[in-house]
């Protein structure tokens, strides 16, 4: 350190220990990724790339009922306010949310090819277009009214939200998944009007809390105040005090339980369709946040000429590669491991999946569809774990808790935009106030003005 400046850090040398220097950047990145990458947030359900994308597309109004735009303007939108990053990555998590076998409810609305089923990728980002699908618009509703909060963008020229308003409990609609530094997050998509009627469940056996003391509250505004107009009498007026409560002073319990909740949320609502099994097991999944889901495609067995049976699969379990599982069959049946299979054809179209499968005349179809199940991926498993941020912080949430904290970040956003509706209130009527004002003392100075 330089005598002519103390303060001047330049030039000076600290001397470390390396093991408590390489944990605290490690610790600083594994933060970082948890909370800037791979983790949703319990409010609106989205990791930041993809509130990103959709926020971006607001301001570029790309709204539902207007025109689509190039994926390209998109990501390079995003790149360049938002997310300075690769732009692959951008356009895969866009690509995502535009697939009808990824989202249950697809958060945009893409032209072009998108990617498929069978794992073809999807066309480069200039040849799609994209514009936000309609139930983005309430997932955006209210964003321009102060009801979040945000945070400077990364060369601090702009501002973006740290969280989306979100009408509809995102997280367990869309599901997610992510892996960060020692976490990881696998949660499934559900049903929009199941999911709703639980929450109208919690809410209608829970209470809002306002955690305000009487002593704090100490507003002295009145009607004069809010108007601010002089020379107005406002005797007689109604003048009780405006007890306005603040975003942070608003908080919700409920006492419905697990075992209520899953009346009206049997299970998981996956896009690719199929059954999942074992009532059990996903009741415990909602209990604790971890757990096994059985998934099994949708498998028929009918007749078909000459006597032969067939096996028709119609649906898949959620993010098997329908192209992958068939070949699958296919080689179990050439290593003589699935035996009484004739012929194997994929008839998939844009009506949706349908695999057959040719059997002996002597073969037993149910043995040959339980040892499909046993060998290949027509049956397989959801390995659920409920990791999102709660207030920037990782957490393993159970059902009810998800829930709770959706109607707290619900209750806050009604909360700020009420506010912010009254301080526009108050400034319209302010300005009336004023110009009738003025117009009343232009008229008295016409109509009491002499002739000299």
């Not at 971890?290 to 067939?310: D, H, T």
């Not at 046993?374 to 409920?386: D, E, S, V, W």
């Not at 109607?407 to 009336?432: E, F, G, P």
Request: proline share 4%; charged share 25%.
């Amino acid at each position: 350190m330089t005598e002519e400046n103390p303060g001047n850090p330049i030039g000076k040398v600290n001397q470390v220990e390396i093991t408590a220097e390489i944990e605290k950047s490690f610790l600083d990145y594994a933060m970082s990724v948890i909370v800037q990458r791979a983790l949703p947030d319990v409010r609106d359900g989205l990791k930041p790339v993809h509130r990103r994308i959709l926020y971006a597309m607001e301001q570029m109004s790309l709204h539902h009922s207007g025109k689509y735009t190039k994926s390209a303007k998109v990501v390079g939108e995003v790149l360049g306010k938002y997310h300075p990053h690769g732009d692959i990555p951008v356009y895969d998590a866009l690509v995502r949310l535009a697939q009808d076998f990824s989202m249950r409810y697809m958060l945009v609305d893409g032209q072009g090819n998108f990617g498929s089923v069978d794992g073809d990728s999807p066309a480069a980002m200039r040849y799609t277009e994209v514009r936000l699908a309609a139930i983005s618009e309430e997932i955006l509703a209210d964003i321009n009214k102060e009801t979040v909060d945000t945070t400077a963008n990364f060369d601090n020229t702009l501002n973006e939200p740290t969280y989306l308003p979100s009408k509809l409990p995102n997280l367990l609609l869309m599901g997610s998944e992510g892996i960060a530094v020692g976490l990881a997050t696998k949660i499934p998509p559900h049903n929009l009007t199941e999911v709703i009627d639980a929450v109208s469940y919690a809410i209608g056996h829970g209470k809002a809390i306002i955690n305000k003391h009487q002593e704090e509250s100490t507003s002295t505004e009145t009607v004069k105040d809010v108007f601010d107009i002089p020379k107005i009498s406002f005797e007689g007026k109604d003048t009780k005090k405006l007890d306005l409560v603040t975003p942070t002073e608003v908080s919700f319990e409920s006492e419905a339980t697990v075992d209520d909740l899953v009346q009206f949320i049997k299970g998981p609502d996956f896009p690719t369709g199929g059954a999942i099994y074992d009532a059990n097991q996903i009741k415990e999944v909602y209990a604790t946040g971890r757990g096994r889901i059985v998934m099994r495609g949708k498998a028929e067995i009918e007749e078909g000429k000459g006597g032969k049976s067939q096996i028709i699969i119609s649906e898949i379990p959620y993010q098997v590669n329908k192209a992958e599982m068939v070949a699958r069959i296919a080689q179990l049946v050439k290593d003589k491991k699935v035996e009484g299979i004739s012929d194997l054809r994929d008839e998939s179209d844009r009506e949706g999946i349908r695999v057959v499968v040719e059997l002996k005349r002597d073969a037993r179809p149910k043995s040959v569809l339980n040892n499909l199940y046993k060998h290949t991926a027509l049956q397989t498993t959801f390995p659920a774990n409920f990791v999102a941020l709660v207030d920037q912080t990782p957490q393993t949430l159970t059902l009810k808790q998800m829930i709770v904290e959706f109607v707290k970040h619900r209750q806050q956003v009604v909360v700020r935009r009420s506010i912010y509706d009254l301080k526009q209130n108050r400034a319209r009527a302010r300005t009336s106030i004023s110009s009738h004002l003025g117009y009343a003392a232009k008229a008295f100075g016409r109509t009491g003005k002499t002739k000299n």
